[in-house]
């Protein structure tokens, strides 16, 4: 330490060192977080409206995954997917799963609610909020469909109609076919 030093306060202040933040969960911390909430649930302790529920949450999530790139990895339904995934279902069962089952299925605890009521309503947020996010992937990929169609057929013109049904009124009259008539010189008799 110098006397410059010394005399700024250089000395008494803290060396701050660079804060790194957390790595975003990867898609396979994702999956090992869905394999031991699966874990926790396999003693079979917990009823089968749990078990169900959680199964639909983790099968939403592993559809998903694949599609957050649509979703944008920054964005907030994809946070909402890696953060059901990675905290607020582990957290949900975990808790559940910590107090003793006959306790926990028969005494109310909050609002006439057993803590098994207040866990399958959870679970339900869970599950719907994991369709919403699904449904905005799949609609991403549905919208990139019609983009790509509305580019070839600025491209190469109109597209047929799919088939639509005019349910307007009558159906069109097909034109009728020719006749074979003589192309020669018509008699008196003809003209009757």
């Known amino acids: 330490m110098g006397f410059w030093d010394w005399l700024t306060g250089?000395?008494?202040?803290?060396?701050?060192?660079?804060?790194?933040?957390?790595?975003?969960?990867?898609?396979?911390?994702?999956?090992?977080?869905?394999?031991r909430v699966e874990a926790m649930l396999?003693?079979?302790?917990?009823?089968?409206?749990v078990r169900s529920r959680v199964e639909r949450i983790d099968r939403t999530i592993r559809q998903t995954l694949p599609k957050l790139p649509q979703l944008g990895w920054g964005s907030a339904d994809a946070y909402a997917v890696v953060a059901t995934a990675t905290d607020y279902l582990p957290e949900a069962v975990g808790g559940y799963?910590?107090?003793p089952r006959d306790w926990a299925n028969s005494r109310p605890i909050e609002g006439g609610k057993t803590a098994l009521m207040i866990l399958v309503d959870q679970l339900e947020l869970l599950a719907s909020t994991m369709t919403k996010m699904l449904d905005a992937a799949n609609r991403a990929d549905a919208e990139a469909l019609i983009a790509h169609g509305r580019f070839l057929e600025a491209k190469f013109g109109h597209a047929s109609t799919g088939g639509a049904l005019d349910t307007g009124g009558s159906l069109p009259v097909p034109p009728e076919p020719p006749t074979d008539t003589p192309t020669g010189p018509r008699s008196t008799l003809d003209l009757e």
């Open 97 to 99: 799963l910590r107090l």
């Open 10 to 35: 250089r000395s008494r202040r803290k060396r701050t060192e660079p804060v790194s933040a957390p790595r975003a969960p990867t898609e396979a911390d994702i999956l090992a977080s869905l394999a």
């Open 42 to 49: 396999a003693d079979g302790t917990a009823p089968s409206v």
